[in-house]
């Protein structure tokens, strides 16, 4: 059975950090692209950012780049967020998600790319 489980979320004020944690098994994680989502109250799920299985390649929404940092532990099955600079429009669901692909370098940044998601973690950012 594939899981996905996200953690690290929580309560913190504008221009403070948090790192978020996707802990996946079930699934070979080394061959997955991985991606993170977010949605917040009222909106649509929303791309954030993905990183390709081999850790090479990453792709951000502009509304996160110089803020956020997705990396990859391919050996503990972990992928990490490093949010800084969090802004109260940041607060939402954060998703992880996983995308089967064969090509090394793939980052996904569509929802229907990827084939298992987690069931989120909050992220508040206060004014």
């Given at each position: 059975q594939v899981q996905l489980v996200e953690s690290g979320g929580g309560l913190v004020q504008?221009?403070?950090?948090?790192?978020?944690?996707?802990?996946?098994?079930?699934?070979?994680?080394?061959?997955?692209?991985?991606?993170?989502?977010?949605?917040?109250?009222?909106?649509?799920?929303?791309?954030?950012?993905?990183?390709?299985?081999?850790?090479?390649n990453r792709y951000y929404a502009d509304s996160v780049k110089g803020r956020f940092t997705i990396s990859r532990d391919n050996?503990?099955?972990?992928?990490?967020l490093q949010m800084n600079s969090l802004k109260p429009e940041d607060t939402a669901v954060y998703y992880c998600?996983?995308?089967?692909?064969?090509?090394?370098?793939?980052?996904?940044?569509?929802?229907?790319?990827?084939?298992?998601?987690?069931q989120g973690t909050q992220v508040t950012v206060s004014s």
């Open positions: 504008a221009g403070g950090s948090l790192r978020l944690s996707c802990a996946a098994s079930g699934l070979p994680f080394s061959i997955y692209a991985i991606g993170w989502f977010r949605q917040a109250p009222g909106k649509e799920r929303e791309f954030v950012v993905g990183i390709s299985w081999s850790g090479g050996a503990k099955n972990t992928v990490l998600a996983a995308g089967q692909t064969s090509v090394p370098g793939s980052v996904y940044s569509l929802q229907y790319q990827y084939n298992y998601w987690g």
